[in-house]
Structure formats: structure tokens, C-alpha cells
């Protein structure tokens, strides 16, 4: 016996308010079916000798930190298109 029956969906698709064909409600029936059998076979596995972990892989995407040296002021600034006594000048976005 299926877990998601046409019914299940039409009480879901009231709750969220939207309007189902017959061919849309039987669909997701089947398919929601689908997905919650999937997940139950997924439970049924014995994971006792795997060890928790926080992330799927073990690579660090982070690289080491290096202390390096700034770019020089005037560098940056001469690519500004309105520098102003060594600073960066913007248009006022606050009234």
C-alpha cells in the first residue's frame, strides 16, 4: 500500500493553497511515494561503523594564512575615478 496517496496530496495542495489537475495529483502521489521509500531504504542501512563527520569530503577549501605585504596606496588610488586627499571618494548613498 502506497505511503502518499491522492488524498494525502490534495489535503497538501489545500494547506498550500494550490490547485491540482487529476493527472498532477496522481503524479505527485507516485512520486512523493517514490521519494519517502527511497529515504526509509536509506535509514535501513547499518551505519554504526561509520565514523560522524560534519562534512561530506576531507578537503579543507581554506587556504594557509600569509602575512603579505599592502598594495601602495597610490597603486589603488590610481585606479579611483575620483580620489580626494589619499582616500577613495564615493557618492553619499545616506540623505
Same mark, same amino acid.
Given at each position: ?7 494525502? *496530496? ?6 498550500? /493553497?494550490? /490547485? ?5 495529483? *496522481? ?6 511515494? $517514490? ?12 551505519? =554504526?561503523? *561509520?565514523?560522524?563527520? =560534519?562534512?561530506?569530503?576531507? *578537503? =579543507?577549501?581554506? /587556504?594557509?594564512? @600569509? ?12 585606479? @579611483?575615478?575620483? %580620489?580626494?586627499? $589619499?582616500?577613495?571618494?564615493? %557618492? /553619499?548613498?545616506? %540623505?
Amino acid at each position: 500500500m502506497p505511503r502518499v496517496t491522492v488524498e494525502t *496530496v490534495d489535503h497538501v495542495a489545500r494547506l498550500a /493553497r494550490i /490547485r491540482l489537475t487529476e493527472e498532477e495529483r *496522481v503524479t505527485f502521489a507516485r512520486q512523493l511515494d $517514490g521519494i519517502l521509500a527511497y529515504a526509509e531504504s536509506i535509514r535501513a542501512l547499518d551505519l =554504526s561503523q *561509520v565514523e560522524p563527520m =560534519s562534512h561530506a569530503g576531507d *578537503v =579543507s577549501p581554506l /587556504r594557509e594564512d @600569509a602575512v603579505l605585504d599592502s598594495l601602495p596606496r597610490e597603486t589603488a588610488l590610481a585606479a @579611483a575615478p575620483d %580620489p580626494a586627499d $589619499g582616500l577613495f571618494r564615493v %557618492p /553619499r548613498v545616506l %540623505p
